[in-house]
C-alpha cells in the first residue's frame, strides 16, 4: 500500500517537473507559526523533565519506606503435602530449606 502512495507521489512529481508547490506543503497545526511550534515543543519538553523527576522522587519514596514482615506461620499438617518426591529432591524447586 505505502509503495503505491510512494510511486502515485513521484509520478505526480515528475508530471509537474518536479517543482515545489509551497501550498502543496502538509501542515500539521492549524496554521501555528515556527515559533509558536518551537514554544509549544519546548514546553511539552519541559512537562516531560518534571514528570520523570517527579516519577523518579515517587519511586524512591516508595521504595525507601519499609513494608511489615510477619510472623511464620504455623506448620500445619496439611500444608505441603509430598505424595511423590520431586525428580530435583525432597524439597520444592524453589524453597530453601534450611537443613541441620
Known amino acids: 500500500m505505502s509503495s503505491a502512495i510512494v510511486r ?3 509520478r505526480t512529481a515528475v508530471r509537474r517537473g518536479a517543482r ?3 501550498a ?3 501542515s500539521f497545526s ?3 507559526s515556527a515559533e509558536e511550534e518551537a514554544r509549544e515543543a519546548s514546553k ?3 512537562i516531560t523533565y518534571v514528570g520523570i523527576v517527579a516519577c523518579s522522587i515517587l519511586a524512591v519514596v516508595n521504595l525507601s519506606k519499609g513494608h ?3 510472623e511464620e506461620p504455623p506448620a500445619y499438617p496439611y500444608l505441603h503435602i509430598r505424595n511423590k518426591e520431586f525428580p530435583w529432591g525432597p524439597d520444592g524447586l524453589f524453597e530453601v530449606k534450611e537443613h541441620h
Open 44 to 46: 511539552w519538553e519541559k
Open 8 to 10: 502515485s507521489t513521484l
Open 20 to 22: 515545489f508547490n509551497p
Open 24 to 26: 502543496s506543503r502538509r
Open 68 to 70: 511489615p514482615h510477619f
Open 30 to 32: 492549524a496554521g501555528a
